[in-house]
Nanobody
Framework: QVQLVESGGGSVQAGGTLRLSCLAS????????????MSWFRQAPGKEREGVAA???????YYAASVRGRVTISRDNAKNTVYLQMNSLKPEDTAMYYC???????????????????WGQGTQVTVSS
């Protein structure tokens, strides 16, 4: 079983930056983590969960239009960690952010939350105007 733990959320003013991290549990070997698609989702109150960014086992990267140009997803397979660098934050970025792992090397329809096997507990991002 894979456990994912997000961190790095917080409260910032519009225009600020945050770097989210998602650590796979210690008993998740690099062989388990590295070939898999990892994604970040977010969910604001009253809204559906939205795929924000994804990175495949081969390093392919995908971004939602709403964040493209402002966020960067990356992974460090040796550390079993995926990151989401968020710049130029806007109030509409306020949401709970979750990471998720899909047991496929490619991300395909990365925005489809039903395709992910494990989820973290989330980290809150709040952006004030």
């Amino acid at each position: 079983q894979v456990q994912l733990v997000e961190s790095g959320g917080g409260s910032v003013q519009a225009g600020g930056t945050l770097r989210l991290s998602c650590l796979a549990s210690e008993d998740t070997s690099e062989d388990t983590f590295s070939p898999k698609c990892m994604s970040w989702f977010r969910q604001a109150p009253g809204k559906e969960r939205e795929g924000v960014a994804a990175i495949s086992g081969g390093g392919g990267i995908y971004y939602a239009a709403s964040v493209r140009g402002r966020v960067t997803i990356s992974r460090d397979n040796a550390k079993n960690t995926v990151y989401l660098q968020m710049n130029s934050l806007k109030p509409e970025d306020t949401a709970m952010y979750y990471c998720a792992i899909k047991f496929l090397p490619t991300c395909g329809a990365y925005w489809s939350s039903s395709e992910y096997a494990y989820w973290g507990q989330g980290t809150q991002v709040t952006v004030s105007s």
